[in-house]
């Protein structure tokens, strides 16, 4: 995954001088405009996919997401 993030220019490796078998990870520029980028098509597609529900049936929608979530040990849950 990590090649795959370099390849697009996401990501860089660089070397720590410290220790030169070490490397350290940094976001790019173009990295944070891509994560900003997928993070408004994933609410516009959250947005889409809940269109037909009601606030109401939205909300229980999420609470049942959430509650399998935690029985399941997801993060972020």
Known sequence: MLD???DLGAVRRVRETA???RQRVEVT????ALARKVARLAHQLD???LAPLDAIQAAAL???LRS???H???PGA
């Open 4 to 6: 795959e993030l370099e």
């Open 19 to 21: 220790d030169r078998r």
């Open 29 to 32: 520029e173009h990295g944070r």
């Open 47 to 49: 947005k889409n996919l």
């Open 62 to 64: 999420h609470d049942a």
């Open 68 to 70: 399998l979530a935690e």
């Open 72 to 74: 399941h040990g997801l």
